[in-house]
Every structure is written in structure tokens, then in C-alpha cells.
């Protein structure tokens, strides 16, 4: 009997663990639905690293690192509500030079910046105007939420 009790109360704290850490957040690739909101996010990650990609040259990656790639967007949002608590995107770059004994000097940086979206912007209008936006634009629309576009919170990282 008392092994039965313990059996049952162990499996009880591990079903019960999982639940209690998850909290009220989620990646917002995930919301509304796993399936729903990968494939929303990803396509407007997609759209913001195109845009990235057409202004790298003439922009960020002229300094220090010359060849800035963006690696990640991920964002947080309230998996009852919609609401962002907030966003990051998150660049590599490096300069690397061929030494005269035939060995590499290697210079690499990661950047992360955080998007400055302020309190009760919901995920959903963020998705929209990205999405509206020409297909290599989303980087340059103003986004609700935020006091500009994409491209304008960068500049304070890269």
C-alpha cells in the first residue's frame, strides 16, 4: 500500500512538473497553435532577413564585420493573451585574415538586439504589418508597438 502511494504521488510530481514550469509565456513560433504560428513566424522572420540582407552592405556591415549574418528572431509572447513581452534578433559576423605564416587571425562578434516593443503591442498586429509590408520591406515598416521600424532598432546595435 505504501509503495502504491509513493509510486502514485511520483508520478503526480512529474506531470505536475512540466505544467508548473512552463508558465503563462510561450516562443512566439508557437502561439497561437504550434502549427499555426510556425509557419506565420518563420515566413515574417524570413521576409525581416531578406530586407536584412539587401541593406547589410550598405549599412552594418560596414564596419568591424563585413559579412553580418542574422541568425534568429524569437520573440515572447502571453499564450492567453497575445501580447509580446518582447522580442530579440540575434546577428554573427566575423573578419578573418590570412597571417604570413599561413595561420588565421579570426575576429567574430554576436549581437543581440532586443526589439523595443512597448507593453500590450499584440503579436498579431506586429505579424500584420510585417506581413503587409513588400515582399523586401518588412525591415523598414513602422511597427505598431514599436517608435519605428525594425531597421531603426538595429541601429542601436549594429
Known amino acids: 500500500m505504501l509503495l ?5 504521488l ?3 510530481l512529474l506531470l505536475a512538473g512540466p505544467v ?3 508558465g503563462p509565456y ?4 508557437q502561439y497561437p497553435t504550434p502549427a499555426a504560428g510556425h509557419e506565420r513566424f518563420l515566413a515574417a522572420e524570413r521576409a525581416l532577413e531578406r530586407g536584412f540582407d539587401d541593406v547589410c ?3 552594418f556591415c560596414e564596419g568591424q564585420y563585413y559579412n553580418i549574418w542574422a541568425m534568429r528572431l524569437r520573440c515572447s509572447v502571453h499564450s492567453g493573451s497575445g501580447v509580446l513581452a518582447s522580442c530579440i534578433w540575434t546577428f554573427a ?6 597571417r604570413g ?4 587571425d579570426v575576429d567574430q562578434g554576436a549581437f543581440a538586439c532586443a526589439l523595443p516593443i512597448v507593453a500590450g503591442t499584440r503579436l498579431e498586429d506586429v505579424l500584420r504589418a510585417w506581413e503587409a509590408a513588400p515582399a523586401r520591406g518588412a525591415i523598414h515598416v513602422p ?3 514599436m517608435p519605428g521600424s525594425v531597421y531603426e532598432a538595429l541601429t542601436d546595435y549594429l
Open 4 to 8: 502504491a502511494l509513493v509510486l502514485a
Open 10 to 12: 511520483c508520478a503526480g
Open 20 to 22: 508548473q514550469a512552463a
Open 26 to 29: 510561450v516562443d512566439a513560433r
Open 57 to 59: 552592405g550598405d549599412t
Open 93 to 98: 559576423g566575423s573578419d578573418t585574415r590570412v
Open 101 to 104: 605564416d599561413g595561420r588565421f
Open 143 to 145: 511597427v505598431p508597438g
